[in-house]
């Protein structure tokens, strides 16, 4: 068998849940962005709500990311086309670790940040409104003075790993449409299974 028909007879798709998994997480991130630059723009009764809510999808994230790593690495993805060329496999490879790392640098940050805010204990965490979580006890039990100064650095840290992750999702999609519509590879219907119906897994 010839490495292309190798290709053709493999299944070119992510499983289900890996596809649920990443679109989950997208859409949580775009609601999340949502927030945070409508936020000065809200009525004054809506922030707290909103703020709790973005506090929620970001631990939301955290989970779901968790997930689908033990899931990849469980089921591994399908292997990219063999018309890539090894540069174009390293790329593809070191930027998906990338990904991954901002994506979860993000809400830890974020995380790290409420922890440090001296009005903590003023107004507890609650996961969706209903469920109590715990902020980081280690940066919650600090003096007032070493916590806002925390607070500040990792304020300035969840900011920017925010611009960082967006251009590096700008780049992840300007590169899966260039393979998909230059390349001609079948790069959308990896994560996108509905496009076809060649081969997949659960």
């Given at each position: ?15 289900t849940v890996a ?107 609650k996961l969706y ?74």
């Amino acid at each position: 068998m010839t490495a292309l028909q190798g290709e053709a007879d493999a299944p070119i798709r992510y499983t289900t849940v890996a596809m649920f998994l990443h679109w989950a997480v997208a859409i949580i991130i775009v609601l999340n962005v949502a927030i945070a630059l409508t936020l000065d723009y809200m009525p004054d009764g809506w922030i707290r709500a909103a703020v709790d809510l973005h506090k929620s999808f970001g631990i939301t994230v955290i989970g779901l990311v968790l997930l689908h790593l033990l899931w990849r690495y469980a089921n591994p993805p399908p292997p990219l086309p063999v018309s890539y060329s090894p540069w174009e496999r390293r790329i593809a490879k070191a930027a998906h670790i990338i990904l991954y790392t901002l994506i979860l640098a993000m809400p830890i940050s974020g995380w790290l940040h409420d922890s440090a805010w001296n009005l903590a204990a003023q107004f507890p965490m609650k996961l969706y409104f209903l469920v109590p979580w715990p902020r980081i006890g280690p940066i919650e039990n600090l003096d007032p003075v070493t916590k806002e100064k925390l607070h500040t650095i990792f304020g300035f840290a969840h900011e920017y790993l925010a611009y960082v992750l967006y251009g590096v999702v700008a780049l992840h999609i300007a590169g899966a449409l260039k393979h998909q519509f230059i390349d001609r590879h079948p790069q959308l219907e990896r994560m996108m299974g509905w496009l076809n119906r060649r081969p997949t897994r659960f």
